[in-house]
T-cell receptor, first 109, second 113 residues
Framework: QQPVQSPQAVILREGEDAVINCSSS?????VHWYRQKHGEAPVFLMI?????EQKGHEKISASFNEKKQQSSLYLTASQLSYSGTYFC??????????FGDGTTLTVKP | DTGVSQDPRHKITKRGQNVTFRCDPI?????LYWYRQTLGQGPEFLTY????????KSRLLSDRFSAERPKGSFSTLEIQRTEQGDSAMYLC???????????FGPGTRLTVL
């Protein structure tokens, strides 16, 4: 079952913050986040396995809610290099990953 | 180690032909995944291997698709009797169980004429 990502697209000015959400109708084993730039392969950002978990660093972090059905990716003080499409990948059990349709982030000077 | 590699990077074929793609994962990675990605969509799961064992295959795939990982190292994905709807980017990713981080290869872009 494909996770639902929101918003589909967001446009920011440098220095602004963004939140990208990823939701599932059922509890997940894990959620992982990737960034993909045009014409390139997805690049792993982080994985969350535990309900209530938060990880990352000051600029890019993510959370996983207690029910393990929703995750959010936080981009703080965005930089031009943050532009790209962000995907969440989810696992209902270890092994098969199902990806959302992505959120396109554009950071303007 | 230079990461996951895929060959070829681009393939143009005529409808009805068979094509085979190769993926070389990072050497110590025991899990290997194949995905298909079309423009504006996220990667779509096709199949994955734990060492040489194919543990799951998407029900979306027809029998025209087959994948192997004979010695638990490189993998091949074959598409028989290609159709125009098979045109997409085919991505391979590998992962080592302890770290859960998927490393993607650059992909093979397939165009079926």
């Amino acid at each position: 079952q494909q996770p639902v990502q929101s918003p589909q697209a967001v446009i920011l000015r440098e220095g602004e913050d963004a939140v990208i959400n990823c939701s599932s109708s059922k509890a997940l084993y894990s959620v992982h986040w990737y960034r993909q730039k045009h014409g390139e392969a997805p690049v792993f950002l982080m994985i969350l396995l535990k309900g209530g978990e938060q990880k990352g660093h000051e600029k890019i972090s993510a959370s996983f809610n207690e029910k393990k059905q929703q995750s959010s990716l936080y981009l703080t003080a965005s930089q031009l290099s943050y532009s790209g499409t962000y995907f969440c990948g989810t696992e209902r059990r270890a092994g098969k990953s199902t990806f959302g349709d992505g959120t396109t982030l554009t950071v303007k000077p | 180690d230079t990461g996951v590699s895929q060959d070829p990077r681009h393939k143009i074929t005529k409808r009805g032909q068979n094509v085979t793609f190769r993926c070389d994962p990072i050497s110590e990675h025991n899990r290997l995944y194949w995905y298909r990605q079309t423009l504006g969509q996220g990667p779509e799961f096709l199949t994955y291997f734990q060492n040489e064992a194919q543990l799951e295959k998407s029900r979306l795939l027809s029998d025209r698709f087959s994948a192997e990982r004979p010695k638990g190292s490189f993998s091949t994905l074959e598409i028989q009797r290609t159709e125009q709807g098979d045109s997409a980017m085919y991505l391979c990713a590998s992962l080592e169980d302890s770290y859960n981080e998927q490393f993607f290869g650059p992909g093979t872009r397939l165009t079926v004429l």
